[in-house]
């Protein structure tokens, strides 16, 4: 049977399936003889008759049956396996493995990831959340196909292609009914307040510490650290401290009002965000759609409303 093709076995199918030859010429846009012809074409390969005449109608054979079943599984396989490839070539369907660092992927990217799975539902996307450094490691050793991560400056990575999209936002957090500052304090009144913040030697921390050092600002009343974001927060809402925290991680709370804003007169802290890839990466059609639909959505995030 190594000479049957797809296409005679499809033929076939919709002989048996519409019990004419006609309409199975029909069917395939072909003409009646050709039909005819891959019908007897098939039953030689297979060295059996595959259909008889029943009056007008044509029914299949014991054998035919049989080899009706076998054919209609090969013909819907390889058109599901087609029409996977294709989906494939666009884009549509996929695989990626997706590096963040802790706020991004714990705030950011999840509803972003989100809504792209829901027009791309056999797809398989992982995020690996990570600190800034090991996030970008992760995407250099091929771990990752791709990364979106926070860095304040990018230094010996030449591996790596890094393009910036938005910079994220520091805000001076406090709980809602802290005593220990009010609405609003001048920069240079801030070395003393009780913190709360990252650990020592960590991305987070060294960025954090560099940026107040631009502005002047040495902390000297460190109360905790913690090794994640959320673990921060969380000590702020429980009257430890005041932190500085992204912005995008404590929308909801500043919406509620469990945390709120201290504004710092003449004092912006951001970071820029990156999305990181190996310059000699091959990604995939779908790998690409997703992470051009991620670098769009997040490029746009925190920009004011039109």
């Keep these: 049977?190594?000479?049957?093709?797809?296409?005679?076995?499809?033929?076939?199918?919709?002989?048996?399936?519409?019990?004419?030859?006609?309409?199975?010429?029909?069917?395939?846009?072909?003409?009646?003889?050709?039909?005819?012809?891959?019908?007897?074409?098939?039953?030689?390969?297979?060295?059996?008759?595959?259909?008889?005449?029943?009056?007008?109608?044509i029914s299949l054979t014991e054998d035919g049956k049989r080899i009706y079943d076998w054919a209609k599984e090969i013909v819907s396989q390889t058109r599901e396996l087609e029409d996977e490839l294709k989906d494939r070539k666009a884009g549509a369907i996929g695989s990626a493995s997706i590096a963040a660092s802790m706020t991004l992927g714990s705030y950011i990217l999840p509803s972003v990831v989100s809504r792209f799975k829901e027009s791309h539902a056999q797809s398989d996307i992982s995020v690996q959340i990570a600190n800034p450094?090991?996030?970008?490691?992760?995407?250099?050793?091929?771990?990752?196909?791709?990364?979106?991560?926070?860095?304040?400056?990018?230094?010996?990575?030449?591996?790596?292609?890094?393009?910036?999209?938005?910079?994220?936002?520091?805000?001076?957090?406090?709980?809602?009914?802290?005593?220990?500052?009010?609405?609003?304090?001048?920069?240079?009144?801030?070395?003393d307040l009780p913190f709360v913040t990252a650990r020592t030697n960590t991305a987070r921390r060294d960025l954090?510490?560099?940026?107040?050092?631009?502005?002047?600002?040495?902390?000297?009343?460190?109360?905790l650290e913690?090794?994640?974001?959320?673990?921060?927060?969380?000590?702020?809402?429980?009257?430890?401290?005041?932190?500085?925290?992204?912005?995008?991680?404590?929308?909801?709370?500043?919406?509620?009002?469990?945390?709120?804003?201290?504004?710092?007169?003449?004092?912006?802290?951001?970071?820029?965000v990156y999305f990181v890839r190996r310059k000699d990466k091959k990604m995939t059609a779908f790998q690409h759609k997703l992470a051009n639909f991620i670098c769009t959505e997040i490029g746009n995030f925190n920009q004011p409303s039109p």
């Design 133 to 191: 450094k090991l996030a970008s490691e992760l995407v250099q050793r091929g771990e990752c196909d791709f990364g979106f991560t926070i860095f304040d400056r990018v230094r010996g990575i030449s591996s790596l292609e890094i393009t910036p999209l938005y910079s994220e936002k520091l805000i001076l957090a406090a709980a809602r009914d802290t005593s220990i500052v009010g609405t609003e304090i001048a920069p240079e009144s801030l070395s």
């Design 208 to 223: 954090e510490d560099y940026a107040l050092m631009t502005h002047g600002i040495v902390r000297s009343n460190i109360v």
């Design 1 to 57: 049977m190594s000479q049957i093709t797809i296409h005679k076995l499809e033929v076939f199918c919709h002989v048996a399936e519409l019990g004419s030859v006609s309409r199975a010429a029909e069917k395939c846009s072909i003409a009646q003889p050709v039909v005819t012809t891959h019908i007897k074409s098939l039953s030689q390969k297979i060295g059996v008759p595959l259909t008889k005449k029943n009056g007008r109608q």
């Design 226 to 272: 913690f090794g994640h974001g959320e673990a921060i927060k969380q000590s702020v809402r429980a009257g430890s401290g005041i932190a500085f925290l992204f912005e995008s991680s404590v929308k909801d709370e500043l919406s509620s009002g469990v945390l709120r804003e201290v504004r710092t007169p003449g004092m912006s802290l951001a970071f820029p």
